[in-house]
């Protein structure tokens, strides 16, 4: 006999009428202050008030504190000379791939391992990346998270996923590794594979939105919109496309409690020490990498061949070739090395968006290899569509608008 | 008694948050900042304009909760309009204490103490004059505890 999914909640309920005894439950404010955060008229402006925070003290700590307020002092003022004054063989391969341009005075445009990797890994990304788990990790101890992930159940069914991928979407905004393995808590393939590629193509890291407030700090909102608008349109496209389940899910929502500094810091620990592996060996790597491309004249070859497609498609300048390559690498030194390129604020954006959604970081592209090959080639073609669809949409705008 | 201060105290408080929120989006639309003796209010989208929607938002919760007002969910949604001034105050003194803290380009490493201080002379935006206000949700809440 097989029941229907109506006559089985109604066997549930007989069921636990007879086995669950029902005692007097009296609401808290705890509880009352629970429903108003998931509740969608009331919970919109909570969460729209807690991202506001998120945000705002994310950039005042990183940008305004650490990174404006310390760290360009310490590197441009202090380093960068030091390390131009000592470094032998100035004008030589192996002084440009290190220290980078002798004429530099700043660690954006000098673009050596030792001068703009460290700056870009130590000076912006660190700070960026520990006071954004630290938030995160608060915010999951008091007990926000699973309200969030209720909140947004519905919006997140149109593209095919339920509240929980707030989890990974979250993640990712701190950085795509970590996130890639959170897919796991979604159900099934088509979840799994739709939450990956969005993910990896418009989602952007902790390192990168650094980054990008210490750059673009005046359009990083147009940036994050495009992207977010990107997400759930072909989020929405993926699900109509792609053929599988999206089931429900049911959500334990814990009572709100005070955050335990234990926790937190171990959370925040973990964190640190895994982006830390990952990021900064990647981040030195890749300037290396970047600088033989540039002395081997690869760089300008291939911005050579690909300048029609840059500008006649995209917009952009042939020179964004450069980042675009880097950012394979590290997304935020692909952004840093945007900065040195001549550009109207408009291209920049439109620059900044196609590194964010190019190619997903080496390190999330090996992520995503170890979630099965189907699953990575799979993101890859509709990476390459989204770039060229969405690339090209972002220039006509521009160019409709009278603005490009 | 004290149901019947809270709803006048939480009904001028909810009015003077809504106008305010109102006030923030129409200087945010207009895109000039606006500066009248000790307040100010910023023309920035994100403060201006998210923030004043987040500031309209604490006044309608704190409206909403004035009938049967000492009920537990009625008195939630004024600590929730409260909590929603506080993020805002909150972050808004976190970006000051950020920016008095360096020296400033070209200037030491660390501010002196007049330019510490000054960071934090008025104007201010009009949740920092909401927060104490704001704070009296505590008594009711601690009454509530109370009894």
Known sequence: ?404 | MKERIGIVYFKILGIVTLIFGITDLIVTIGGNDFSWGVLEISSDMFRGGWGGLIVISAGLFYLSSLKNFLEIHQLSKALMASILIWILAGTDIFVRITESIPGGEGGPWFNSLEGFLSAYIPPYPPVIFLLPFSLVILFFVGKRKKA
């Open chain 1, 1 to 404: 006999m097989t029941l229907t999914t109506d006559e089985r909640w109604d066997l549930i309920e007989k069921i636990s009428h007879k086995v669950v005894t029902f005692g007097k439950f009296e609401h808290t404010l705890k509880d009352a202050l629970g429903e108003l955060t998931v509740k969608s008229l009331t919970g919109i402006p909570i969460a729209i008030a807690v991202l506001y925070g998120f945000w705002s003290i994310f950039s005042s700590f990183a940008g305004t504190l650490c990174t404006d307020g310390f760290f360009v002092k310490l590197f441009d003022g202090h380093f960068l000379p030091w390390m131009q004054s000592i470094f032998p063989g100035k004008g030589g391969w192996f002084y440009y791939i290190f220290v980078g341009d002798p004429a530099a005075d700043n660690c954006f445009e000098a673009f050596g391992v030792l001068t703009s990797g460290l700056f870009v890994a130590i000076g912006v990304v660190l700070p960026a990346i520990f006071i954004f788990y630290l938030m995160m990790a608060l915010l999951e101890d008091v007990g926000y998270m699973p309200r969030l992930a209720v909140l947004i159940d519905t919006i997140f069914h149109k593209i095919g996923l339920h509240g929980y991928a707030i989890v990974p979407s979250i993640l990712a905004l701190g950085c795509n590794v970590p996130a890639v393995t959170a897919t796991r808590i979604l159900e099934t393939k088509k979840q799994r594979f739709i939450m990956m590629t969005l993910l990896a193509i418009f989602i952007p890291c902790g390192a990168q939105l650094g980054i990008m407030q210490e750059v673009i700090p005046e359009s990083i909102g147009i940036v994050l919109l495009y992207l977010i608008f990107g997400y759930f349109i072909f989020g929405f496209i993926l699900n109509k496309l792609i053929s599988g389940k999206s089931p429900e899910i049911l959500i334990d929502v814990p009572p709100y409690q005070k955050p335990l500094w234990n926790n937190i810091s171990r959370k925040l620990r973990m964190r640190l020490v895994g982006f830390l592996k990952t990021a900064v060996p990647f981040v030195l790597f890749g300037c290396a990498i970047v600088n033989i491309l540039y002395l081997t004249g690869t760089i300008d070859w291939l911005a050579k061949i690909l300048t029609p497609l840059l500008t006649g498609w995209f917009g952009v300048p042939g020179e964004t070739v450069g980042p675009l390559i880097a950012a394979f690498l590290r997304k935020d030194l692909a952004v840093a090395q945007l900065s040195a390129i001549e550009m109207s604020k408009y291209q920049m954006i439109t620059s900044v968006v196609l590194v964010s959604i190019y190619f997903p970081c080496v390190a999330t592209f090996v992520m995503l290899l170890k979630e099965g090959w189907e699953n990575l080639l799979g993101s890859l073609a509709v990476l390459v569509t989204v770039i060229f669809l969405y690339g090209g949409l972002i220039n006509l705008i521009w160019t409709l608008l009278g603005v490009q």
